[in-house]
């Protein structure tokens, strides 16, 4: 009896159920607010348009009709026309899909190089000083300075918008990658990891990422709806997507000169964006508190 008590064998077991259902009680959590099941759902919705543009758009968003210039929505042209009379719902399904390409991609970039950074600075106290003080250099500069830079050196358009949005990522992530890695460096499995001779880049991406992966991912969520409103921002001003290409922050712009006889060429687009945004921002929040160890206890 005393010898079957003292195995390992007897206190995996006890564990297991904890393991077994935390997900399950993450996923209830998450089902039980309204805000994030409708935020969730809105966003699965407006990603399948993105992707069924091509398929599904009633017209060729590119094709130009002044005959149709400027004209309000109406049963053959569901959302109107634009100042150069090409449908509005159509290229709207195409500016959903720039938009949300540009800043997934630019998320996924920049997260994975400022995670990587992050766990290099927790894990290395040597690295931690030279990658921290370019982390602050990068943080003490306004996210759209950076797209006015790259737009200057590569010129405007969607590529360089995508790098400005994947460096103005980096540094961010990188902060709360390192935060959340140093409480995990604390662990006393970490330490055994090291005393049995296993080798530092198994410890950091087997162990101290999986732990560390949460975190990230509610932090990639919130900054995928900045990281969005940015790029728009730059596409208004001129430095992102240029004319015909079809992005929400450029549609924006293209109707500012109509706001007062044809608002729905600017309000539609802009509508789109804070939409977005907003269900990207109640996701995060809600990932963030179910999510967190603290809420779960």
Known sequence: MTELSATPAAVLPADA??????????WRKLRRDRAAM?????????????????????????????????????????????????DLLSRLLYGIRTTLSMGLIAVGLGGSIGAVLGLLAAYFQRLEGPIMRVVDVLLSFPSILFGLAIAAVLGAGTFSITVALTVAAVPSIARITRGAALVVMQQEYIAA??????????????????????TIFVYLTLQLGQTILLGAA????????QPPTAELGTMAADGRNFLFFAPHVSTIPSVAIFMIVLAFNVLGDALRDVLDPRLRQ
């Open 193 to 214: 990891c090291r005393a049995i001779g296993m080798s530092d880049l198994r410890i950091m991406f087997r162990h101290l990422l999986p732990n560390c992966a949460s």
């Open 234 to 241: 730059l596409s208004f001003i001129g430095l992102g997507a």
């Open 38 to 86: 409708l935020a969730s759902g809105f966003l699965a919705i407006v990603i399948a348009l993105g992707l069924l543009a091509p398929w599904i758009a009633p017209y060729d968003p590119y094709d130009n009709n002044l005959r149709n210039m400027l004209k309000p929505p109406s049963e053959a042209f569901w959302l109107g026309n634009d100042g150069q009379g090409r």
């Open 17 to 26: 159920p904890a393991d077994r259902y935390r997900r399950p009680s993450i």
